[in-house]
């Protein structure tokens, strides 16, 4: 049955109309997929069978990477790699091991895909550690503030009362500062 019943007989014949069948790839052993004569749909069809079972991607890994010997889907492989880094936990010792089984005719792909995925990562947890030394340092330079200002009030002769509000702390902390000033 059509979707667009009201649509004018005339221009129907311009829309499209799409039949899919949707195939649970859990179903097939990986040496039916491998059987494909489809060169990179055998990659795809793996990826997307593997992406959940990180020991499997670990023991298929050249196959999954493997081009068949069309260096013209190199591009298309190194896409499948990063594919398969975003959606496992494989840690970077694991990686480079991995790495060494990657057929030679995309290695250099790869690799270069590889670095930029490590200078990226590198690049990111500097600038989250930059980040946070940035609110650690700005916590502990308004906690310095609040010490000296207690410091100095406490000086002047104001009343722990009067510096708690001012500086908008506990009496508490203002007497163990000035406490600690005595010793």
Request: avoid cysteine; glycine fraction near 6%.
């Given at each position: 049955?059509?979707?667009?019943?009201?649509?004018?007989?005339?221009?129907?014949?311009?829309?499209?109309?799409?039949?899919?069948?949707?195939?649970?790839?859990?179903?097939?052993?990986?040496?039916?997929?491998?059987?494909?004569?489809?060169?990179?749909?055998?990659?795809?069809?793996?990826?997307?069978?593997?992406?959940?079972?990180?020991?499997?991607?670990?023991?298929?890994?050249?196959?999954?990477?493997?081009?068949?010997?069309?260096?013209?889907?190199?591009?298309?492989?190194?896409?499948?790699?990063?594919?398969?880094?975003?959606?496992?936990?494989?840690?970077?010792?694991?990686?480079?091991?991995?790495?060494?089984?990657?057929?030679?005719?995309?290695?250099?792909?790869?690799?270069?895909?590889?670095?930029?995925?490590?200078?990226?990562?590198?690049?990111?947890?500097?600038?989250?550690?930059?980040?946070?030394?940035?609110?650690?340092?700005?916590?502990?330079?308004?906690?310095?503030?609040?010490?000296?200002?207690?410091?100095?009030?406490?000086?002047?002769g104001f009343s722990i009362t009067v510096i708690a509000k001012v500086a908008e702390v506990e009496e508490a902390f203002v007497q163990q500062i000035i406490n600690h000033l005595s010793i």
């Amino acid at each position: 049955m059509r979707v667009y019943l009201k649509i004018d007989h005339d221009l129907r014949g311009f829309l499209p109309e799409w039949d899919y069948a949707l195939t649970d790839l859990n179903k097939y052993p990986i040496e039916d997929i491998t059987s494909f004569k489809a060169g990179i749909l055998i990659n795809t069809l793996l990826a997307y069978k593997l992406r959940y079972d990180e020991a499997a991607i670990k023991a298929n890994f050249r196959l999954l990477l493997n081009t068949g010997s069309k260096p013209e889907n190199r591009n298309f492989i190194v896409t499948i790699f990063v594919y398969l880094m975003s959606v496992t936990d494989i840690n970077p010792d694991e990686l480079d091991t991995m790495l060494t089984q990657i057929p030679d005719d995309i290695k250099p792909a790869i690799m270069t895909t590889y670095d930029r995925l490590i200078a990226k990562g590198r690049e990111e947890g500097i600038k989250k550690g930059l980040e946070q030394g940035l609110e650690q340092g700005l916590e502990q330079g308004a906690e310095l503030k609040t010490v000296q200002t207690i410091e100095n009030m406490h000086r002047e002769g104001f009343s722990i009362t009067v510096i708690a509000k001012v500086a908008e702390v506990e009496e508490a902390f203002v007497q163990q500062i000035i406490n600690h000033l005595s010793i």
